[in-house]
């Protein structure tokens, strides 16, 4: 069975950090393109960053550009999204991503002073 847990979300202040993890089983993660999305209310899921099978390659939503960084632990299964200078547009809930079809529960994450 596929799983992505996501975790890592909360209330930070603007300018803040936080940093998300999603755990993922029941797939050859070590093989397949990860992906951060992010759902803020009234608006439509939209893609924040993306990384390669190996780590080699990244790529950024310009919204969160030179503030967000993806990366990945293939030996642990584990996709992570730090997140640095934290805007209030940044509130949203966050999800973790592969293929056509494959989500997390995904994450709140809240920027509010």
């Known amino acids: 069975e596929v799983q992505l847990v996501e975790s890592g979300g909360g209330l930070v202040q603007p300018g803040g950090s936080l940093r998300l993890s999603c755990a993922a089983s029941?797939?050859?993660?070590?093989?397949?393109?990860m992906r951060w999305f992010r759902q803020a209310p009234g608006k439509e899921r939209e893609f924040v960053a993306g990384?390669?099978?190996?780590?080699?390659?990244?790529y950024y939503a310009d919204s969160v550009k030179g503030r967000f960084t993806i990366s990945r632990d293939n030996a642990k299964k584990t996709l992570f999204l730090q997140m640095n200078s934290l805007k209030p547009e940044d509130t949203a809930v966050y999800y973790c991503?592969?293929?056509?079809?494959?989500w997390g529960q995904g994450t709140q994450v809240t920027v509010s002073s």
């Open positions: 990384i390669t099978w190996s780590g080699g390659r990244t």
């Open positions: 029941g797939f050859p993660f070590s093989s397949t393109i």
């Open positions: 991503n592969f293929g056509d079809g494959y």
